[in-house]
């Protein structure tokens, strides 16, 4: 496998044709990677549990890059990422406190989408959507099939974490073309790019490593668990 890109938690590797394979490493950061560890299997658990809320999404109708599992990773249908986050909060916590001064543990009902330009060298800044059409990160109609498919996909983990005894605080998204021209859903779906809480507010997510709260790997471990058996009881349901 040739190697197309190592970032700060996962290496893609070119497999042939319109594949690829998305490793994922045990490295985790925060803090615009001033904060760093590699706990071991980290990147074992976070594949598995960004495998299976690929499966549950596209069995629910969501496009996606996702094509099957593989060992410490997942194969996936080579994108073009498009520059632009979108990030879907159903609480208020993280930077949206400091910034707009909300009560932390706020609930928006509608969720709220933000977005932001993918751009390490810059932190990757907050942009509105008169920006994003502007600059041609992507276009009017692009932007609205993007909103349109991180909320129903918002829906879906929202759903599923509450049977799992989460809840799905925020979640970010990345979203590429495949060679065919059809717009997906891309990177990863794990606790490094969403936060959950448990019934008394305890993160069940990266802020565990962000803010020393406890073992990150247990904590994963923990979150996939939970997953898998709340897949088991829909599945008999």
């Not at 001064?101 to 509105?128: N, T």
């Not at 008169?130 to 829906?155: C, P, V």
């Not at 809480?197 to 962000?210: I, L, M, S, T």
């Amino acid at each position: 496998m040739r190697l197309l890109y190592e970032g700060k938690s996962k290496k893609i590797y070119d497999v042939g044709g319109d594949k690829v394979f998305v490793e994922f490493k045990d490295d985790i950061t925060a803090f615009n990677g001033e904060k760093k560890a590699s706990p071991p299997n980290k990147g074992k658990i976070t594949a598995k549990i960004s495998s299976i809320l690929f499966e549950y999404l596209q069995t629910n109708g969501i496009p996606t890059h996702y094509l099957h599992r593989g060992e410490r990773g997942f194969y996936a249908r080579k994108v073009k990422i498009l520059p632009v986050e979108l990030v879907v909060r159903n609480v208020a916590t993280g930077s949206i406190v400091s910034r707009l001064g909300i009560e932390k543990g706020s609930r928006f009902e509608p969720p709220l989408v933000e977005y932001f330009y993918k751009s390490d060298l810059l932190g990757d800044p907050m942009v509105c959507e008169n920006h994003i059409i502007y600059f041609g990160w992507a276009n009017e109609e692009e932007l609205s099939r993007m909103k349109d498919l991180a909320l129903k996909a918002t829906q879906l983990l929202t759903d599923l974490l509450a049977l799992a005894g989460l809840r799905l605080v925020d979640i970010k998204y990345e979203f590429g073309y495949d060679e065919s021209g059809q717009l997906l859903l891309a990177d990863e779906i794990s606790p490094d790019t969403f936060r959950l809480w448990d019934e008394e507010g305890r993160p069940y997510d990266k802020d565990v490593f962000r803010k020393d709260l406890g073992d990150v790997v247990e904590t994963y471990k923990e979150v996939l668990r939970r997953l898998e058996e709340a897949l088991k009881r829909l599945s008999t349901s």
